[in-house]
């Protein structure tokens, strides 16, 4: 296996629409969280997002900007931020053996909602020609390909909200493999539409809004959190080759070490303990790492009762002692949840404070649950911390669960 180096990072999020911008936020403690103002805001019962300060027009041409839902507007700048930070010659490329990697957990929501708006609240039957199009989970893959002429595999994973953390896995294991130089790899979501939201608020998973102040109303950890809040964006990563990254004199943001998977089978909803730490575990044994190793972790940290609870039970099972000694940081709280795209996001902004020897805060935390009783890095960054390794959470209804393990970048 070869060693596999990041050299690109791409961000749109609410926490800023680029990766300097997003680290920035998220180190200052700044929330995206927000009420939402949508038309369709008075039908919901907490009407809270924390949506991108994001329009396509700015991007696309017209006639491009009509075959693309939003899912795929985010996915196209994300990868072009990565493709331009990884400093990628495109006259020097094998196009044959560069891949892309997505992971979505809802594809083009939007326009599929549009589309039942047309045909069941307008009772038209002129459905947009292109709605396939825009609709399909494989579409901000296969724009990706197309744009940047990419002929490797271009692959799209969906496993609710650890999918793209699945996409940076498996475009891992093939260029560590050495059946690919390159590939891009991350998620995006664009999950903000009416009947999506509408879908989670039956779930009884989303938060209520904070009387005091809307914009705190996610707070993973603590007693009184009461759920998540639905985001929306992308994030993508350029990983090549060490040697290769080397011999261009790329500049490498960090490195992916391993990866781990596990099915959790006891709920599609609810998540065990057994489940998310037999993740970590197979993290660690894929590269090949003790646990005493692990320097910090970026949890899955949803927010919600049945996640931070158990998550704290499955960190303590793996670690030990150790646990004890690991601060944990849960960016939702800022950023909310990505469900697909979650993932690249968290991944991203762990390589990225890696970098300036930074542990971000879990924002929000001011009511301890004695359930949860790690280090979570309250409600303020941790500066000049050496964190050389780290790991990142991701654990999803359906029951895959993904963890990527993650080495800060050489020192310049």
Request: aromatic letters at 4%.
């Amino acid at each position: 296996m070869r060693r596999v180096a990041v050299t690109g990072i791409g961000v749109v999020s609410p926490l800023g629409n680029s990766a300097a911008e997003v680290y920035g936020n998220a180190h200052a403690g700044r929330s995206g969280v927000q009420r939402l103002d949508a038309a369709f805001a008075d039908r919901l019962v907490a009407p809270l997002a924390a949506s991108a300060r994001f329009d396509g027009a700015d991007h696309f041409e017209p006639a491009k900007l009509r075959l693309l839902d939003r899912v795929s507007q985010f996915a196209l700048v994300a990868a072009r931020q990565a493709m331009a930070g990884a400093g990628s010659d495109r006259d020097q490329l094998d196009r044959n053996r560069v891949g892309v990697f997505v992971g979505t957990g809802m594809g083009g929501s939007l326009s599929n909602d549009d589309g039942y708006q047309t045909l069941y609240g307008d009772g038209s039957d002129r459905i947009k020609p292109v709605t396939v199009l825009m609709c399909m989970y494989h579409a901000p893959a296969a724009w990706i390909a197309m744009e940047h002429d990419l002929r490797g595999p271009s692959l799209t994973y969906s496993s609710a909200c650890s999918s793209s953390a699945v996409a940076i896995g498996e475009a891992w294991l093939r260029v560590a493999g050495g059946s690919l130089d390159s590939a891009i790899a991350g998620g995006a979501e664009a999950p903000l539409s009416l009947g999506s939201m509408k879908a989670w608020e039956a779930l009884h998973t989303l938060a209520a809004i904070d009387a005091d102040e809307p914009s705190t109303s996610c707070k993973p950890f603590s007693r009184n959190r009461s759920g998540m809040v639905l985001g929306e964006g992308a994030a993508m990563l350029v990983l090549e080759s060490w040697e290769g990254a080397l011999a261009r004199g790329a500049s490498i943001q960090g490195e992916i070490l391993g990866y781990g998977l596990s099915t959790d089978t006891s709920h599609i909803t609810r998540p065990s303990v057994e489940g998310q730490a037999a993740a970590m575990r197979a993290a660690l044994q894929s590269a090949a790492l003790d646990p005493s190793a692990i320097d910090a972790i970026n949890a899955h940290g949803t927010g919600t009762q049945a996640n931070d609870a158990t998550e704290t039970a499955a960190i303590r099972s793996v670690f030990g002692k150790h646990a004890q000694r690991i601060p944990i940081s849960a960016t939702k709280a800022l950023h909310g949840h990505l469900l697909g795209a979650a993932g690249a996001l968290e991944c991203a902004l762990s390589l990225l404070a890696m970098q300036q020897a930074v542990v971000l805060p879990t924002m929000h935390l001011r009511t301890p649950d004695p359930q949860c009783d790690l280090d979570y890095v309250p409600n303020a960054a941790r500066n000049r911390v050496a964190v050389r390794t780290m790991l990142s959470n991701s654990f999803a209804f359906g029951g895959t669960n993904a963890v990527l393990v993650l080495r800060a970048r050489p020192p310049l």
